[in-house]
């Protein structure tokens, strides 16, 4: 099922991937490396990512759910 709100959800999360990726001062090639997670894909907003993702890349940022999640998503 497609909806217009499922691709802006899908560039937000792109945006704070990419965002956090940078903060961490890794390339998308050594995020790979480090944690098995294709960043290109997300950070391109073609991968829906699961929840499991998520926390995954949590504990990569060392960052909360609620901080990965900060006023980006908000509407």
Same mark, same amino acid.
């Given at each position: 099922m ?9 560039r ?15 390339t998308?090639?050594?995020?790979? %490396? ?24 949590? %504990?990569? *940022? ?6 990965? *999640?900060?006023?980006? *998503?908000?509407?």
């Amino acid at each position: 099922m497609k909806y217009p709100e499922k691709e802006e959800l899908l560039r937000n999360l792109a945006l704070r991937v990419k965002e956090l990726r940078k903060i961490k001062d890794v390339t998308q090639e050594e995020a790979l %490396h480090d944690t098995g997670i294709q960043f290109s894909r997300i950070e391109q907003g073609k991968r829906d990512v699961q929840l499991s993702t998520i926390l995954k890349l949590c %504990h990569y *940022f060392e960052i909360s759910m609620a901080e990965f *999640f900060d006023n980006t *998503f908000e509407k």
